[in-house]
């Protein structure tokens, strides 16, 4: 179950190496539609499409609404389908409606990058306390870092349920290198770099908007700014509110390139 970006891009890897064995396993795909557009692209490039797809989305919608068109558009396909095992991905209200649904149906969820925490319920906002509440429902636990594996038994998690496999992210970044070239455009940025030593950024938390964000990209700048061999390149998120801090804070310097946010495939290869 996917539905994000996040979700695809550190799932691809799981669902290609699955579907290799189809002799023993029979993997289905299900997409909730949480993110549209922007999931579309990952899919082509991973070369994995849902076998059924919610189209959860809708504009201006809050999380009860995702979560409760998920759940709802769930049943029907786990009924069936009847599923041996769901596996879902980090923290999102997809991931979260589908450990529910796991567990309204009494089949067992396995939780991709579980362990994470920030100490605190309300940052980030729903993810936290999605995952915690994920960490309650799903049986397999496959814990990036050996930390996340002490965090989970200290909340009491069955040893034998949690597995330390690293992160499927970095499985990804290598599919990419090995399956993508540079395009025009990342050919032209790093042109633009020279033989400067390169820095990419790019933020967009809805928990840093305001002075927190302007603070850290003045922090940023200094740090530029301290380094002559180094260039940074910033990938703009199109939210107003990193635009106008990203403007004041940066466009003005000779060493900072501002553009539009890229591709993953692009991002990678820069």
């Not at 790093?190 to 967009?204: A, D, E, F, I, S």
Request: with cysteine; aromatic share 6%.
């Amino acid at each position: 179950m996917f539905g994000t970006r996040p979700e695809i891009i550190k799932l691809a890897p799981i669902i290609q190496e699955l579907r290799r064995n189809p002799a023993s396993v029979s993997v289905r795909t299900l997409s909730s539609g949480q993110h549209t557009d922007l999931l579309e692209p990952l899919l082509e490039l991973f070369d994995v499409w849902p076998d059924f797809d919610l189209r959860v989305m809708r504009s201006e919608q809050s999380p009860n609404e995702v979560c409760a068109r998920a759940l709802e558009g769930m049943g029907p396909i786990i009924r069936a389908e009847v599923p041996d095992l769901i596996v879902i991905q980090g923290d999102t209200t997809t991931a979260l409606a589908a450990a529910m649904s796991g567990f309204h149906y009494q089949i067992p969820v396995a939780h991709v990058e579980a362990g994470l925490r920030s100490g605190d319920s309300l940052s980030p906002f729903p993810e936290e306390m999605n995952r915690r509440l994920i960490t309650r429902l799903a049986k397999y636990h496959f814990a990036a870092t050996a930390g996340n594996r002490a965090q989970l038994l200290e909340e009491g998690v069955p040893a034998e349920d949690i597995f330390v496999t690293g992160n499927p992210v970095v499985d990804s970044l290598h599919y990419i290198l090995e399956n993508s070239v540079p395009s025009d455009l990342v050919g032209s940025l790093l042109q633009w770099v020279g033989g400067r030593k390169l820095m990419v950024l790019t933020t967009h938390r809805r928990e840093n908007f305001g002075g927190t964000m302007q603070q850290n990209l003045r922090e940023i700048r200094g740090f530029v700014e301290a380094h002559e061999e180094l260039s940074l390149i910033f990938a703009v998120h199109p939210n107003p509110n990193v635009v106008q801090a990203a403007k004041t804070e940066l466009a003005s310097h000779p060493r900072v390139h501002l553009i539009n946010p890229l591709g993953y495939a692009d991002f990678i290869q820069l």
